[in-house]
């Protein structure tokens, strides 16, 4: 992420850290694929105990998943202001 220097500094650091979470979102959507609705209603489920069991709000897989995306996200964010310091 190549930041303009003509450009205010704290703009465009509040839009790099504006970016993070919707980056973050598209990245899960594509790879879980799914919808936006399904991303966020996703994140309001807890899992829960029913008939004795215990009913998981997000299977083993998509939790590896998205861990894995939040290691990527993270990372493309710290080379992104490592760049940004170095400008």
Known sequence: MIMNTSVNTLLQIH???SKLPITFRERVCEECN?????FYRK???RDEERDGK???ALSNA?????LQL???VVAQADNDIKE???Q
Do not use: A
């Open 62 to 66: 998509e939790k590896t998943t998205i």
């Open 34 to 38: 799914w919808s936006f609705p399904t």
């Open 54 to 56: 215990v009913v998981l």
């Open 15 to 17: 839009t790099m850290f």
């Open 43 to 45: 994140m309001r489920i």
């Open 70 to 72: 939040m290691n990527e």
């Open 84 to 86: 940004f310091m170095h």
